[in-house]
């Protein structure tokens, strides 16, 4: 399985938010669209990440679909312990939440549901591991640039 959806490339995008310690991010390439009709979303932080629970506090963010010229950015906000936003320009999107410069797209969000998915390969669902949580935002304000979007190589190349 891994191999076959190791061919399969998506984009990349960074969840973005103020929270209470100030602006807030980080990279994701596991989000889709859901629903047209309501508007929905939804995308794949990882139980362990430090960054989704301080987002999911404030509940509004805006997820940011990172142009074809961002690497550095997708790197940046893929990182833990760091200043995310050092060097980044941004403006508030109409939530507040930090709209990156240059971006593909973006999707002003407030969170609807959230729903426990993926278990480790030595665990099941039953055990209560989950390795991934699944956030469905719905989606308030939208606006897609010129940029071509950037496409995550799942196998890292």
Do not use: Y
């Not at 190791?6 to 973005?16: D, E, I, L």
């Not at 794949?44 to 679909?65: D, E, G, H, K, Q």
């Not at 699944?134 to 308030?140: A, F, I, L, N």
Request: charged fraction near 15%; aromatic fraction near 8%; glycine fraction near 8%.
């Amino acid at each position: 399985m891994r191999e076959v959806l190791g061919h399969f490339a998506s984009g990349v995008v960074v969840v973005t938010a103020v929270t209470e310690d100030g602006p807030a991010g980080f990279t994701c390439q596991s989000f889709n669209a859901l629903s047209l009709e309501p508007p929905l979303v939804s995308f794949s932080p990882a139980r362990t990440s430090s960054t989704w629970p301080r987002i999911r506090a404030v509940s509004t963010f805006c997820v940011n679909v990172l142009a074809d010229h961002h690497a550095e950015i997708s790197a940046a906000f893929a990182r833990s312990g760091t200043d995310k936003f050092a060097g980044v320009a941004w403006e508030p999107a109409p939530s507040g939440a930090p709209l990156l410069e240059g971006v593909s797209a973006w999707i002003d969000c407030t969170l609807e549901h959230e729903f426990p998915g993926g278990t480790t390969p030595s665990s099941s669902a039953a055990s209560g591991s989950w390795v991934r949580t699944v956030p469905v935002p719905r989606c308030s304000s939208t606006e897609a640039r010129t940029a071509s979007p950037q496409a995550a190589d799942p196998r890292g190349s």
